[in-house]
């Protein structure tokens, strides 16, 4: 398979961490319509086809709504209303395609049950005693004094591409993550902070008083575009383009503006609104590149009708699909190339196993689905005009946690393998991570840091490492896994693509994403399945569910897709690719 990826579906991912109400397309009401009652709360409010953001705006009012905000790109509405019998009331009108309930308006007291962080990220903090060892002989060489530890840059042969194409500051990368750390000394220097957005406002609890962001630390609950509360972003945007300042350590593309496009509350859950206004918003200030290494709340498949869902959860799961694939949609039109990670279920996402997990938010409302690949998707790696990227370790094995599936995926690139090099020194060794920028707040927050800036025995132990300038510049970083980390490499290919192609334009300096997933894919370093083509984990502590089968040959496989990104081929050899 050449060329851009086929993916089974057009459909895309959806982001929201509350049931949807109302119907799609819903017919008149034939009955009285309901009364209004209970608490003030937010609904999201989608126009159908072929109305606009001002006839949803009509029709929330119409139903006894208060417009809250609205988002005329894909005609979505962000109302305020009591929370019995509005979405009845709006889903009702020729207007609207549906009605989501999103949050109350005010907070419950909080309880003690906070969501779990992602396990499979942070596994060696979880091991008995986690070793350190050497899992690159051959690490790369670059300006930064951390460099020599970076052995997913010198996987993507970013130390050579930056000979070539070190990035340029025209080209615009968008994190839409929980948040980009823009102090951090290795992220400053590239930090757009003019540009940068925080859709989200923090949720100290949801309605049941489960914690979900804790309490709030800035006014109004709004935190600042340079802050990131979960550290995840940070990494994110360090691997992409931690700048090449002699201190600390640099991204795949050190030269590139980094924005800070905020979509995910600090405990990691994406609501719609928020999520359809980052996108849009990436389209409208022309972004380049952005990245989505996230999980996809509620659903880990939106599926179109679910014998497991209720009608309305069949609803909400169609109407979710249609506004974000509106969103991603208009900013392709505008430019945007859109690279997502491919997801930490070890998962043939072509033949997908029974999800138990969904929905994820609120807690304890999950249920077992088994999923049919015709009509279900997880997302957002089968969205329309998106980068799937799976993840390998050191050695190039694909992580035991990384999804796959030849329906699915674009490339490969590194996202770290804790449990790489069986049999070895360097098996279960913190190094076979990805090392990346950590925000000194978070830091403090884990335990890793203490008040006084220096890091604890945990830190120590978890390989949290502390860059002191002369000047007293103090930076932290630290290892994560996964493929949330692999996707950043490829976005930091991506966005050395568009600095040595683009052009300038209308809309200002950039390149056309179709040419820039060509190129991508087209000069990835190919990979072929592993023989025996079946992979267990059970050596490396494992159960069977993890065991993977890699279908497809060299040029295209479930396991690597077109193959690991290379940025030093697709900086030098990328014009026979950019034609279609």
Known sequence: MGGISVK??????????????????????????????????EFTVLAAPGQSVADAERAVRDAG?????????????????????FSERVSADHAIYGAAKAQAIGHAPVRDTAPKADV????????????????????????????????????????????VQPGDHRVKVGVLDTGVDGTHPDIAPNFDAALSRNFVRDIPADEAGNEVDGPCEFRGCVDPVNHDDGGHGTHVAGTIGAAANGFGLSGVAPNVSIVN?????????????????????????????????????????????????????????????????????????????????????????????????????????????????????TLPVEGNHTIGVSA???????????????????????????????GTP????????????????????????????????????????????????????????????????????????????????RGGFGMDPDAVQRVLEGTAAKIACPVPRTVDYLDEGRDASYTATCTGDTAFNGFYGHGAVDAYAAVTRGKEHLRG
């Open 261 to 377: 496009v905020r979509a995910g509350q600090d405990s990691g859950s994406f609501f719609l609104q928020p999520v359809v206004d980052a996108i849009t918003y990436a389209g409208d200030a022309r972004l380049d590149v952005i990245n989505m290494s996230f999980f996809v709340d509620p659903w880990l498949y939106n599926c179109q009708a679910n014998p497991a869902d209720s009608p309305e959860r069949q609803r909400e799961q169609r109407t979710i699909t249609e506004a974000v694939n509106r969103a991603l949609d208009y900013a392709h039109g505008k430019g945007v190339t859109q690279v997502v990670s491919l997801g930490n279920q070890h998962s043939d996402l072509g033949a997908p196993q029974p999800d138990t997990v969904s929905p994820n938010f609120p807690v304890d409302t999950n249920y077992q689905r088994d999923i049919d690949n015709a009509s279900c998707v």
């Open 120 to 163: 499979v990220e942070k596994e060696s903090r979880q091991a008995p005693a986690a070793k350190k060892g050497k899992p690159n002989a051959s690490a790369p060489v670059g300006t930064d004094p951390l460099d020599e530890q970076l052995w997913g840059l010198k996987s993507v042969r970013s130390d050579l591409a930056r000979t």
């Open 8 to 41: 089974r579906s057009k459909l895309l991912f959806a982001v929201l961490a509350v049931p949807l109400a109302g119907g799609v397309l819903a017919a008149p009401a034939v009955s009285a319509r309901p009364d209004l009652s209970g608490a003030a709360t």
């Open 426 to 505: 360097w098996f279960s060794t913190v190094e076979n991570q990805i090392l990346s920028t950590y925000p000194r707040n978070v830091g403090v927050a884990e335990g890793m840091i203490d008040a006084d800036g220096n890091i604890t025995p945990d830190g120590v132990e978890a390989g949290v490492q502390k860059a002191t300038a002369p000047d007293g510049r103090v930076g932290y970083y630290q290892w994560l896994q996964g493929t949330s980390m692999a996707s950043p490499h490829a976005t930091g290919v991506a966005a050395l693509i568009v600095a040595q192609y683009g052009k300038p334009g």
């Open 65 to 85: 709504g208060t417009v809250v905000k609205s988002n005329a790109a894909i005609g979505l509405v962000t109302a305020s209303a009591p929370a019995n019998g």
């Open 392 to 422: 390998f370790g050191p050695s190039q094995a694909k992580a035991d946690y990384s999804n796959y599936g030849v329906e699915q995926i674009s490339v490969s690139a590194p996202g770290g393998y804790y449990r790489d090099y069986f």
